[in-house]
């Protein structure tokens, strides 16, 4: 079965910095992975989609890498604002593409 | 486009009651799923369907059932709610599995007593 992890499970950062979220999955045999965001008492907004044939996606100040022979995916996001503080959850793809797994999040606050 | 839609957005049941969660979508998507998200589990995949009369069990589908009559409506029933299904439900689709990137409703928050 496929695990999916992600650490730290919360980060607190001042506003502008540079920060980096990681995924890490268990069976390197997916057919894509998608980073959300999820706002408390909210529903998940798509922030990337990565198949597993790409190494990155780039999104305005946010870029996720893939490397899928070691089971990891980063999440980049450059120039923090308060805005950006969420839950950010990243989700892998079973090899067919019909069943999906997602880590816990990370809790993401930026300090103004 | 209206998006994913659910309904309702908040339910109190008893224990043993049945009821059925709506999912609507109307980008013309072919897949659809229902996830439960529960503190501390993450998101996990109840039932999904890659098309309308298409539906398979997930990762957790026991005491839920699905059915897809139609493109835009995928309901989710719960038999006999149990308290173990306390949980916050979103229903997702994407214009098809894997390849495409999914969109989530806002979620239904169900207790059961």
């Known amino acids: 079965k496929q695990e999916v992890t992600q650490i730290p499970a919360a980060l607190s950062v001042p506003e502008g910095e540079n920060l980096v979220l990681n995924c890490s999955f268990t069976d390197s045999a997916i057919y894509n992975l998608q980073w959300f965001r999820q706002d408390p008492g909210k529903g998940l907004t798509s922030l990337l989609l990565i198949q597993s044939s790409q190494r990155e996606q780039t999104s305005g100040r946010l870029n996720a890498s893939l490397d899928k022979s070691s089971g990891r995916s980063t999440l980049y996001i450059a120039a923090s604002q308060p805005g950006d503080s969420a839950t950010y959850l990243c989700a892998v793809s079973s090899r067919t593409g019909n069943q999906f797994y997602f880590g816990t999040g990370t809790s993401l606050t930026v300090i103004p | 486009n209206a998006g994913v839609t659910q309904t309702p957005k908040f339910q109190v049941l008893k224990t043993g009651q049945s009821m059925t969660l709506q999912c609507a979508q109307d980008?013309?998507?072919?897949?659809m799923s229902w996830y439960r998200q529960d503190p501390g589990m993450g998101l996990r995949l109840i039932h999904y369907?890659?098309?309308?009369?298409?539906?398979d069990q997930g990762e957790v589908p026991n005491g839920y059932n699905v059915s897809r009559s139609t493109t835009e409506d995928f309901p989710l029933r719960l038999l006999s709610a149990a308290p173990s299904q306390t949980s916050v439900y979103f229903c997702a689709s994407s214009y098809s599995a894997g390849r495409n990137e999914q969109f989530f409703g806002p979620g239904t928050r169900l207790t059961v007593l």
């Open positions: 369907s890659v098309g309308a009369g298409i539906t």
């Open positions: 980008m013309n998507h072919e897949y």
